[in-house]
């Protein structure tokens, strides 16, 4: 081993700035010079930059062409400085949520329920990200059920592959998450074992389109039917999916309706900051009326600082933000969303037959722009192992162990990415037969999990983890 190797094998992966970036306890007590400040900053951007330029990174960056970045940041620096909240001064702000929040709507089929109910006229907010989606939703739903239904002690029934956003909402609101686990060999929840929990308590069910593990749409249509049937909300995720399947639809593959088509579908949530294009830090959050929407509304009416009002959990929000997603929104059209679903599909396809082809791995359900697989026959982690030292960066997935890719604009820009990867897969299985027995590096995380001991371990592990990240 070189000593560069040797060096770069002492540097902790997560803190690879030490000793090579000045440390800061205290504000300098005299401001650096601006070329030195930005050369730290090019300095950092370009060392990260290069992990994911050549395509091998899954999901993380949605779009990444610089040339949109390039027109993005230009929109965001001309209104980088505004707060939305400021609804007074900057009109700007609510004319263009107003048209982000419509035209994901509209390309949602927002437009549909209204048909059939005039009082249903689609509506929301847009929010920080996902998870803020998700969390209003939830204390929406909460409020509501207080309210109209006197519930104290709600429960929400979810997927165990739904967003962990549902839980941390269930843990800020007191809200009860019942997780139904995924059949086999589908890995979509049992519609009957979601009815099965449903009682006087539960105030909505989940879904996903898709969801995070698998990319898979959950039996949305039936789960819509229970929440007709039991008069309860009914939230669709479509963070990931939201801005990606309306168009794979259009394509011609075979998506099961996953929008406000659906006559129970309440509430939905999609990310502007993923397959919308935009930058990270935006979302939208969708309600099937604004009677339903009020319940996320805020107000001390009584503040001595004056009336407070706050649509979102978040108070201060950038203007940059909306700007930017307004801008993607405007730049792309229906035919760039629809261009980049084709040339994304395209990739995720190639890799989907390629991992199909690989007699040890199995892919799970019929997943369109995520492919995740799982073997009965190799460590899934010896895999990811082998991978990483290819320069891949995958998901993994646990209980059962598995890997996923999330395929995004950056593969699209490189040839032959699906190649490359399907060839290094192979490999990383040979490698992974050749390792049976030994304990894969991957394994030291994602061996704990599904025991009460091992998550209390593994909680501890990474709280541990948040706090090192935090240090100086
Ligand atoms: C990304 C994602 C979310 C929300 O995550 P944020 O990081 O807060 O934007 C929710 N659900 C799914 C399925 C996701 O992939």
Same mark, same amino acid.
């Given at each position: 081993m070189s000593d560069q190797e040797k060096e770069m094998q002492d540097v902790d992966p997560y803190k690879p700035y030490k000793g090579r970036l000045e440390s800061f306890d205290h504000i300098p007590q005299k401001g650096r010079d601006k070329d030195e400040i930005l050369r730290d900053l090019s300095f950092m951007a370009k060392e990260e930059n290069a992990k994911w330029k050549d395509g091998k990174v899954s999901g993380t960056f949605y779009h990444a062409g610089e040339e949109h970045r390039a027109y993005l940041n230009k929109a965001f620096s001309l209104f980088s400085h505004v707060n939305t909240l400021q609804f007074d001064l900057c009109p700007s702000m609510s004319k263009m949520e107003s048209d982000v929040i419509a035209m994901t709507s509209k390309m949602l089929?927002? *437009?549909?329920p209204e048909k059939n109910n005039p009082a249903d006229k689609v509506c929301g907010t847009m929010t920080s990200g996902g998870s803020e989606s998700i969390i209003m939703a939830m204390k929406t739903y909460r409020d509501r059920a207080r309210n109209?239904?006197?519930?104290?002690?709600p429960e929400i029934i979810m997927p165990h592959t739904a967003h962990p956003a549902f839980d941390k909402a269930g843990q800020y609101f007191g809200i009860k998450m019942v997780h139904i686990p995924v059949s086999r060999? *589908?890995?979509?929840?049992?519609p009957a074992a979601v009815e099965d929990r449903i009682n006087g308590n539960t105030i909505a069910l989940v879904g996903s389109a898709g969801n995070y593990p698998y990319g898979l749409i959950d039996p949305l249509e039936k789960l819509s039917d229970l929440a007709v049937k039991h008069d309860i909300g009914f939230h669709v995720d479509g963070c990931l999916g939201g801005f990606i399947l309306p168009w794979i639809e259009k394509l011609g593959y075979d998506i099961p309706k996953f929008d406000f088509r659906l006559p129970g579908v309440t509430s939905m949530s999609a990310d502007t900051h993923k397959y919308g294009y935009g930058l990270k830090g935006t979302s939208v959050v969708l309600y099937r009326n604004n009677a339903l929407r009020r319940y996320q509304y805020f107000n001390v009416p009584d503040w001595p600082g004056g009336i407070y009002a706050s649509p979102t959990s978040a108070g201060s929000r950038s203007g940059g933000l909306t700007a930017a997603t307004w801008a993607s929104m405007m730049y792309l059209g229906e035919a760039g969303y629809l261009a980049a679903a084709k040339s994304i599909m395209t990739v995720a396809d190639e890799i989907k037959k390629g991992v199909n082809e690989i007699p040890e791995l199995t892919v799970v359900g019929?997943?369109?722009?995520v492919i995740s697989f799982l073997s009965d026959v190799v460590d899934m982690f010896h895999v990811n192992d082998f991978m990483q030292t290819k320069g891949w960066r995958f998901n993994c997935l646990q209980l059962p162990p598995g890997m996923h890719f999330c395929v995004t604009m950056p593969q699209t820009f490189v040839p032959d990415v699906a190649k490359h990867l399907i060839e290094d897969l192979k490999e990383g299985v040979a490698y992974a037969r050749a390792n049976a027995g030994k304990v894969a590096e991957?394994?030291?995380?994602?061996?704990?999990?599904?025991?009460l001991d091992g998550n209390q371990q593994i909680t501890e592990l990474v709280f541990g983890y948040l706090d090192y990240l935090y240090s100086v």
């Open positions: 089929h927002g *437009d549909v109209e239904k006197n519930i104290t002690a060999p *589908d890995f979509r929840v049992d019929n997943s369109t722009f991957t394994t030291a995380l994602y061996g704990l999990g599904g025991s």
